[in-house]
């Protein structure tokens, strides 16, 4: 062997050691994880602990005549009923929400959505709680209710919100109608119109983008513990964004932020459902400041899924214009945003509509314009963004299954027309027509690389040969081919337009080393199951050259935590992962002085080498950062504060733009409906890639959440405002049997702003995937000349499709 | 869903259970697997004060042969039915039925007798048992009884069973060594009930169907027995024609209700279907 043999495997051993960025480290956190012990919310005891349940609304839309709490009151058990009544002295009885409306916490008047919380009763267990519930009489007087967006402006419609009736400059400018939320617009209308006046092709269609939940596994939930002679209060629960939720308690409470201290524990899943602030919340930290003792609120599953936030629920009547060759000139969306009862919507206070401009997807498409308008209804309030940025779900429905129908049109093929109008490389970065800057991507490499591997054009004479085949009817069976080709924005995000209730979303990290050389760091972001403990570890690692194992990652408790604006949308990596990066560098750059200090040399004369800084030229000469950690706390240069640690609070130059491309191969019983996934291929490109394990365990749950979405999962109403099959009877959660098999693939384009070029990838396939999903399904029943089939796609909607085809005869 | 305040009772023989039952009165349940019973208590559509579990009574279990009958225990969970060397030799469309039932945690709880005693239209095993002609063992506080499975379910959740009385045992005629059989059921996902579903069982000879028996779940307020479509079809080839009208004459006697699985027109298609898939699988195992 000779020396440079054996340098390069030293070298090598070392990294391997460090299980830094690009390793398939396992999670740190699967070990309790997988032994029942993490702890969550729930698994909290406290002395004295109370309990708190929701009496709630049976109605959609009513008034409140009146509440009788005393027969709840007299029994055993029960410490205390609260009613708005109780909250309105505090001015607790509403809420600020994220998007600049306000939200009942116990009705007052009316109540605007079944199974609304009008009171919180308060007991010494759970059971008691929830049997004095049966016991609070509330009197109620129906009224007309709109289930129907399409109807919340008519002239003669029911006005929902009364408290704002007479407001009609809502927080994203004037109101056209007391039931009406804002209007946004963007994008040059005139120009628009023009190209689509004058356009050789153009499609039009009203694509449904529905009503759904995020469903986590486990729900909602809070403690909170007042001491009454410190002032102090401490709130554990599920939250996405700790200290969001802090500044969030100390305005409303009037409490100041240092005697508030928030943990969220282990998070059993987030989704975009513990973004916001609930009532339940509110609840019991009045209850433990009135009483003086903790108070429990624990959501069932019921209550999660018909009452805190749901996702989508987007009506966007989408235009294409192009050439009769097939090159796209202009986009116009219309968005009707049915957004419950309060616009409880949890986006960036400037976005009313989230990132939903991101619609013209990934298509150089020069001009375009976009109008969302935000309605209200008698149905919960929400419009999370169920692991997607903001409405980034629903803008690449809509550009995806659009690009589709205009295939159709052209009667070309849907991958060609794709390749035809991607963004070039060249053209990075590249600004849209509706307004972001797209940082990078490499479009063509990707779909080549997609079509090559799943065989498309061998899928497309299959299908050709199988169409046939069902036209003599030789088969019950058709086949789709679902193709998307998505681009994300991710990474909220720079300051000059992202804020939350006035806070610039920038994140943090505080990294400490110990005298001894292993490190503990903390993110203002929070894990709901992500695997933060495991990748932020190895950004330090390869960072700082210090084993991953030997560094611990915390998150979640607002005492010790730097501020952060938590976790969603894909920002933990494009933001936090980023301030880590910088923060273990201003580490490395301390570390440099003082080794330049140990080896009696100029800092200049120093290069780093996995672990350690050594002399150039001179290898055998060098400081390991374990030694060098030691003598920062033992030895430093004179002049020099002791110590080892850094602080860094980033804010992004500009989001980052994950991209993908999928195909789904589907095969589907048209008598009964079934559809059956045969194949589905899925192509990530986030950037740099932290822990190529964690990224094909995050595409797998998110491509699983996107078929549960495409394929049946959804909160309906009736149209008297009932919701419809909100337990996991109905709501489709699909399970090990019924979830496709995935075959994952990448390509790496890394962000060029970005410290370690890593973009984000939780919510990419869910975002590619719904899209991909649908189209496969309305590819199967195109030659049939089905047109546009709204999601979701269930046995029985796809039945009725034959049905209207003729098919079951 | 949570439930609110019972008493629990563990009698050892049916007679303290069928005591017990009778001096707690209407409010008094009978628990047995308890994986229909304590989801309505979670959601408080039942609030038994009593709950009489039936698990320490050692005689409801097991599965043997009387005769030309399988007899199976009221309490021999869904898990055995798929294990039972007995039901894989005489009875093999109870097993092929049980894998559809739920998951495999709670067929490891869930009770046979509780399946066909519960009254809910989305059992499996009612419409089973009654395409089987089986008869259920009751006992009461006036002796015991058998009913024919055929004239036991009433409505929703509403059976022949008086308060007081508990079901023991289920009989079933072993039918021809020669008969084919088939279990097709639709349903949304592992863990669902039935969209609709069929339980088929024929008997061929030369060619011709020699006697056919089909029962219907999920696709009224009881579960159907479908006898005037199996007896259309004896005597026939099982030709399309004759598949065709019989398919017509069940689905007729249909009346789902429309909820999250589809309107109630989708069901009732649906039942055809599934009975159109199960004859030809049983047409396909019938030995004649
Ligand atoms: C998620 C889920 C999915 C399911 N899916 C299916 C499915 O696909 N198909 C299906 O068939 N079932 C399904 N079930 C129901 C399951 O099979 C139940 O186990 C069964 O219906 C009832 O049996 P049990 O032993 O659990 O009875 P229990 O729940 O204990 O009792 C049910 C009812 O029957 C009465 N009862 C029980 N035993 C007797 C007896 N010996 N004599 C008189 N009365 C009695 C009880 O008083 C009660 O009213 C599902 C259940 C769950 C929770």
């Given at each position: 062997m000779n020396d440079q043999t054996k340098i390069d495997q030293d070298r090598a051993e070392r990294t391997e050691k460090l299980?830094?960025?690009g390793c398939k480290r396992k999670r740190v956190e699967d070990v309790r994880f997988t032994q029942g012990k993490g702890s969550y919310v729930d698994d909290l005891k406290l002395p004295g602990m109370l309990f708190g349940d929701f009496v709630r609304s049976p109605h959609a839309h009513a008034r409140i005549k009146s509440i009788d709490t005393s027969r709840a009151k007299a029994l055993p058990g029960v410490v205390a009923v609260l009613t708005a009544a109780d909250l309105k002295p505090l001015g607790l009885h509403y809420m600020p929400t994220l998007a600049g409306d306000v939200q009942a916490v116990l009705a007052e008047e009316k109540v605007l959505f079944q199974n609304q919380e009008v009171a919180f009763v308060i007991a010494e267990d759970r059971y008691i709680a929830s049997d004095a519930t049966e016991l609070v009489d509330v009197e109620y007087e129906a009224l007309p209710c709109i289930v129907d967006p399409f109807k919340s402006m008519d002239a003669d419609a029911p006005i929902l919100r009364e408290d704002i009736q007479d407001k009609m400059e809502g927080a994203h400018g004037p109101r056209k109608h007391p039931n009406h939320i804002f209007e946004w617009t963007i994008g040059d209308k005139e120009a628009t119109d023009a190209v689509f006046a004058n356009a050789d092709v153009t499609i039009k269609e009203m694509l449904v983008d529905h009503r759904t939940h995020p469903s986590p596994l486990e729900t909602c939930q809070s403690v909170a513990s007042f001491d009454k002679v410190k002032g102090e209060l401490t709130l554990w629960g599920t939250f996405q964004a700790p200290h969001v939720i802090r500044t969030v308690v100390s305005l409303i409470s009037?409490?100041?932020?240092?005697?508030i201290h928030v943990i969220a524990p282990d998070i059993g899943g987030g989704f975009g459902n513990k973004v916001g602030a609930y009532a339940g919340y509110v609840c019991s930290v009045v209850g433990s400041i009135v009483l003086g003792v903790p108070v429990k609120w624990v959501e069932d599953r019921m209550e999660n899924l018909s009452t805190t936030s749901f996702a989508r629920d987007y009506h966007m009547t989408t235009e294409l214009a192009a050439t009769k060759d097939g090159k796209i000139q202009a986009m116009r969306v219309h968005v009707l945003a049915d957004h419950g009862a309060f616009d409880a919507c949890a986006d960036p206070s400037k976005w009313p509509a989230g990132f939903?401009?991101?619609?013209?997807?990934?298509?150089?498409?020069p001009t375009a314009h976009l109008a969302v308008d935000g309605v209200y209804t008698n149905k919960a309030s929400g419009g999370v963004a169920y692991r997607c940025s903001f409405r980034v779900t629903e803008a690449v429905f809509a550009i995806e299954r659009a690009v589709e129908l205009l295939a159709d049109k052209l009667g070309m093929d849907a991958a060609e027309l794709r390749i035809k109008n991607f963004i070039k490389p060249e053209q990075f970065p590249y600004k849209s027509a509706?307004?972001?800057?797209?940082?990078?991507?490499?479009y063509h490499t990707a779909m080549k690389k997609a079509m090559d591997t799943i065989g498309y054009k061998e899928l497309r004479e299959e299908q050709a040969q199988k169409r046939e085949a069902f036209k003599r009817g030789e088969t019950r069976e058709i086949m789709g081919i679902g193709i998307s080709f998505f681009t994300e924005i991710v990474g909220a995000g720079p300051a000059k337009n992202c804020d939350i209730l006035g806070i610039a979303m920038f994140d943090s990290a505080e990294i400490r080393i110990h005298p001894t050389g292993s490190v503990i760091a903390r993110m203002g972001t929070k894990s709901q199951g992500q695997g933060h403990e495991t990748t932020y570890a190895q950004i330090i690692a390869t960072e700082i050259g210090i084993p991953a194992d030997d560094i611990m990652i915390e998150e979640g408790n607002t005492d010790t935590a730097p501020y952060g604006l938590g976790?969603?949308?894909?920002r933990s990596t494009p933001v936090a992962g980023a301030a880590t990066a910088v923060a273990a560098r201003k580490i490395k750059a301390k570390a440099q002085m003082i080794a330049a200090h140990m080896l009696e040399v100029h800092e200049g004369d120093l290069e780093w080498d996995v672990d350690r800084f050594r002399v150039k030229g001179l290898p055998e000469k060098f400081k390991t950062m374990k030694e060098i950690a030691w003598a920062a706390y033992n030895?430093?240069?004179?002049?020099m504060e002791p110590g080892l640690e850094a602080v860094n609070y980033y804010e992004p130059p500009n989001m980052t733009y994950p991209f993908g491309a999928y195909f789904c191969v589907m095969d589907i019983d048209v008598d009964t409906g079934v559809a059956k996934t045969r194949r589905f291929y899925a192509l990530d490109d986030c950037g740099t890639r932290i822990n190529p394990m964690i990224i094909e365990g995050q595409v797998h749950g998110g491509l699983t959440e996107a078929f549960a979405c495409a394929m049946g999962q959804e909160i309906r109403y009736d149209e008297h405002g009932n919701v419809m099959g909100a337990s996991f009877m109905d709501f489709f959660l699909p399970t090990a049997v019924e979830t496709p098999n995935w075959e994952t693939d990448f390509t790496v384009t890394p962000s060029p702003h970005h410290p370690i070029g890593a973009k984000g990838v939780g919510e990419s396939p869910h975002v590619g995937g719904v899209p991909c999903f649908s189209n496969a399904v309305n590819d199967a029943y195109a030659f049939l000349g089905a047109g546009h089939i709204q999601m979701p796609h269930d046995a029985w909607r796809l039945w009725t499709v034959g049905q209207k085809l003729g098919l079951h005869t | 869903m949570i439930p609110g305040t019972f008493d629990y009772h563990r009698p050892a023989t049916v007679e303290d259970a069928v005591g017990l039952l009778s001096r707690l009165g209407e409010e008094a349940n009978i628990l047995a697997g308890g994986h229909s019973l304590i989801p309505l208590m979670k959601t408080r559509l039942a609030s038994p004060e009593h709950l009489v579990d039936l698990s320490g009574i050692g005689n409801l279990k097991g599965i043997s042969v009387e005769g030309g009958d399988v007899i199976i225990g009221a309490m021999t969970t869904q898990h055995e039915l798929i294990n039972s060397d007995e039901l894989a030799r005489h009875l093999p469309i109870i097993a092929e039925t049980s894998r559809l039932i739920a998951d495999p945690q709670i067929r490891y709880k869930g009770t046979f007798g509780g399946n066909v005693a519960n009254g809910d239209p989305g059992n499996d095993m009612p419409a089973l048992m009654m395409c089987l002609g089986a008869s259920y063992s009751v006992t009461g506080p006036d002796g015991s009884r058998e009913i024919a499975a055929r004239d036991f379910y009433q409505g929703a959740y509403f059976t022949s069973l008086e308060h007081g009385e508990i079901l023991t045992a289920v009989r079933i005629p072993i039918p021809s060594p020669d008969h084919g059989y088939a279990y097709e059921k639709l349903k949304r996902k592992v863990g669902d009930y039935a969209t609709a579903a069929a339980a088929v069982v024929i008997t061929m000879e030369g060619g011709k169907c020699t006697s056919a028996s089909i029962g219907l779940t999920n696709v009224s307020e009881t579960p159907l027995w479908a006898s005037e479509a199996a007896s259309m079809l004896v005597g026939t080839s099982l030709d399309k024609a004759s598949v065709d009208a019989a398919v017509a004459a069940a689905e007729a006697i249909t009346e789902p209700a429309s909820d999250m699985r589809g309107p109630a027109e989708y069901r009732t298609k649906m039942a055809g279907v599934m009975m159109r898939r199960a004859l030809e699988r049983a047409q396909s195992r019938a030995k004649g």
């Open positions: 299980q830094g960025m009037g409490l100041p932020e240092h005697k939903m401009n991101i619609c013209t997807g990934s298509y150089d498409i509706l307004g972001w800057e797209y940082d990078s991507g490499d976790t969603y949308g894909s030895a430093p240069p004179p002049n | -």
